[in-house]
């Protein structure tokens, strides 16, 4: 089959120095139907008749709509409508547009004129720090927020401390959560969880988490995850784990992402992965990865030590007090000498541990 593309190249001639909207109708595109679900993202429509497209569910981010008329236009569910200059559009008010959208809008808007941040509600403000570029902005803007507002709000902080990442910025959102449960801000589960994921150990870590359960919120299957990967000891993180059963949490691959980061060796993986099996989850990481790694090379050396003992005339008894006096870790000793039918009798483990007469 031949595909004449003729009439394209012709449509394309045809409409030059027209704007993409032009070109792209001549070329047999349909504005009420064929705009939606487009990646759109830096496209130029200043001063384009954009009346009645549909930009349903498109991406727009870095799209230009300075001076377009957009009345009737759907914009429903597109993405980055507050990064696009759809605010310089005409009449972007006439624009089909969700009541979360025109609320980003607006924001974006006010948000250019430091001016007009005093007249802002509390979800807008929120939204600016959403957007922030860094922590830094993010932090200026909760400072500004505060400053102009009676109450503390518990998602304005939370979305600034999200974005600390740096050592400096991390010890910074760990004092402004110091500071906003010191002054009564009414902190909810998602505020905690962040919180925890700025604890530099475990016991600031259940601190927190203490505190949560003492303002009689109810941890959710993050915080429980956080609370757990913040644990130092794999026997102080099973416990939460165990928690999170009892209280019927939901268990996922994050939680066993969780115990994994707070595993020690060869069994504690094999453990996660047992529990989550058990849960009907899924979970396999690189920590297990490179512990399988690690522990096979310690069986591996520690059966060729073995042999190179049988070969010079040792005993099952002389092998276990030399591996002892090696040092070879107790799990892998036993598998070695298991693989080369020398299990020993449990006496020989007591016997073994004497220093050599």
Not at 117 to 137: C, G, K
Request: glycine residues 4%; negative net charge; contains cysteine.
């Amino acid at each position: 089959m031949t595909i004449d593309l003729q009439p394209a190249i012709d449509a394309i001639k045809q409409s030059r120095g027209k704007r993409i909207p032009d070109r792209l109708i001549a070329l047999g595109l349909d504005p009420a139907t064929d705009f939606a679900g487009g990646d759109w993202r830096y496209s130029d429509f200043r001063n384009c008749d954009l009346a009645g497209f549909d930009f349903r569910n498109a991406r727009l981010f870095g799209a230009d709509f300075t001076r377009a008329d957009v009345s009737g236009t759907d914009f429903t569910g597109a993405l980055d409508v507050h990064k696009a200059r759809l605010h310089l559009a005409s009449n972007w008010q006439d624009a089909i547009l969700t009541d979360d959208q025109i609320v980003l809008i607006e924001t974006q808007i006010s948000g250019l004129d430091t001016r007009r941040r005093t007249s802002l509600a509390p979800q807008q403000w929120v939204a600016l720090i959403r957007d922030a570029s860094d922590y830094n902005a993010a932090a200026a803007l909760l400072d500004e927020m505060d400053a102009t507002s009676n109450a503390l709000n518990a998602f304005a902080y939370t979305a600034t401390i999200m974005k600390a990442r740096s050592l400096e910025d991390r010890a910074d959102a760990r004092r402004r959560v110091d500071e906003f449960l010191a002054k009564q801000g009414e902190p909810d589960v998602a505020f905690f969880t962040e919180a925890m994921s700025l604890a530099i150990n475990a016991e600031q870590a259940n601190k927190l988490f203490a505190d949560m359960k003492r303002r009689r919120l109810f941890p959710d299957k993050y915080a429980y995850n956080k609370l757990i990967s913040k644990q130092e000891k794999f026997d102080k993180a099973l416990p939460i784990y165990q928690q999170m059963i009892d209280n019927s949490i939901e268990i996922n691959e994050y939680t066993g992402y969780a115990l994994f980061d707070v595993i020690a060796n060869f069994d504690h993986a094999i453990t996660v992965l047992i529990k989550m099996r058990e849960n009907g989850v899924f979970v396999f990481t690189y920590q297990f990865m490179n512990e399988l790694v690690k522990q096979s090379r310690l069986i591996e050396s520690t059966t060729r030590r073995v042999q190179e003992l049988i070969d010079l005339g040792k005993n099952p008894r002389e092998i276990v007090r030399t591996l002892i006096i090696e040092k070879a870790k107790d799990p892998w000793r036993s598998t070695a000498l298991q693989s080369l039918g020398l299990d020993p009798l449990p006496d020989l483990w007591s016997i073994g541990k004497q220093p050599p007469g």
